[in-house]
């Protein structure tokens, strides 16, 4: 059974799989970015968007983001 997704105003913290992050908990420099995607799912190098640049569906939801990690390379499958 495939995750369900989600639009991207439904979530409050989600990523989408085209390399974006929705964290409206973040601090609005962190809030809504956009990621490089590296072999084996490692994404790196973000970058502040604003909302309307976020695609409007297909968001998968998290719990959080762990924005105080020295290393902000993270591994989604």
Known sequence: MMEQTFSATEINVGFHPDGYRNDKTASPINRYTKWEILLGHRW???????????PKEGW?????????KHNNDEVYA
Do not use: I, S, T
């Open 44 to 54: 790196c190098n973000p970058e502040p968007v604003c909302f309307d640049a976020l």
């Open 60 to 68: 998968f939801a998290k719990d959080r983001f762990d924005w105080d």
